[in-house]
């Protein structure tokens, strides 16, 4: 494609270079191929690594693009846009990821006959979705991932393979023998819309009521979301963390990889759960925490 058909996408502050050239390949600015047909982007903190280019379109930002373009390769196409990063993550679902094709279920996809499938979805190899469950408008459920009884899933909503949707809980209550007898997990899961789900998670139904991510929440590879669990709008889950039964998290949390959190915990609005914690206790809205166990961070 041509440049200038990005540069319409865009709208960018300001652009200097050649509209015309032909853009074939994404690749970073570090990769010793950079070639006058790719496109990457720069961060300000690597804005120097720019000097060294002689081809190429980057995206940089409007301040950087500002105080740099007369040291840079005037042979470098420059656009200058307020947050390079995300304008690149844009261009780059825009113009060079497949996007899924819409009502398509693959043969293999064992659905039960009482759901209904609206007519834009995207059903993976030998998916299965079990009975009564709710599947909204643009949903897209990748391979071998398994959807249990009962779960809704909310428009636009992204699961990634091997993923198992509403699977029974880790919840026992010991019998008057001294073994363990499993408790019925007669709840379900519900994934509001615009979720999106990575590969190989586990999300439990609850024991009563649902489990429930909120609008916009993204959870990542390997994460274990336990029965009961409730986390507000556009909030992240990042790779190996556990989240334990009945857990409350807030909007705009981040979780961070390979944290735990212990059961029936709450964790506020816009908190952050530092990388391999071990939360044991209740953290406030606006807090960072972190360690084992976690304690509260300053942040300044």
């Not at 865009?10 to 970073?28: C, M, Q, W, Y």
């Not at 261009?91 to 497949?98: K, N, Y």
Request: aromatic share 4%; with cysteine; hydrophobic share 40%.
């Amino acid at each position: 494609m041509q440049l200038q058909e990005i540069l319409d996408f865009l709208t960018p502050d300001h652009f200097r270079g050649n509209a015309s050239i032909e853009i074939a390949e994404v690749k970073s600015i570090t990769d010793a191929s950079f070639g006058a047909h790719t496109i990457g982007w720069c961060s300000d903190k690597n804005i120097h690594v720019l000097t060294g280019l002689t081809q190429g379109t980057v995206l940089v930002s409007t301040v950087a693009f500002t105080a740099q373009a007369d040291t840079l390769d005037p042979a470098v196409n420059c656009i200058a846009v307020e947050n390079p990063r995300r304008a690149f993550a844009t261009m780059l679902t825009r113009f060079f990821v497949p996007q899924p094709v819409w009502s398509q279920v693959a043969p293999s996809a064992t659905i039960h006959p009482g759901v209904q499938l609206p007519e834009h979805v995207s059903i993976g190899a030998n998916v299965v979705i079990e009975a009564d469950c709710q599947i909204g408008d643009y949903v897209h459920i990748d391979h071998n991932t398994v959807v249990k009884s009962g779960t809704v899933l909310g428009d636009r909503v992204r699961i990634g393979s091997n993923c198992t949707i509403g699977g029974v809980g880790f919840g026992y209550e010991m019998n008057e023998t001294g073994t363990y007898e499993v408790i019925p997990h007669i709840g379900n899961v519900v994934l509001h819309a615009d979720v999106e789900i990575g590969n190989n998670v586990c999300i439990d139904r609850a024991v009563l009521g649902s489990t429930e991510l909120h609008e916009h929440v993204k959870v990542d590879n390997l994460v274990h979301i336990a029965h009961g669990v409730k986390i507000g709008k556009n909030s992240l889950v990042i790779a190996h963390a556990m989240v334990a039964g009945s857990v409350t998290i807030g909007e705009n949390a981040w979780i961070s990889p390979a944290s735990a959190i212990r059961q029936k915990l709450n964790i506020g609005n816009n908190t952050l759960v530092g990388m391999g914690s071990v939360v044991v206790k209740d953290v406030e809205d606006g807090t960072t925490v972190a360690g084992v166990p976690a304690k509260k961070l300053e942040v300044r």
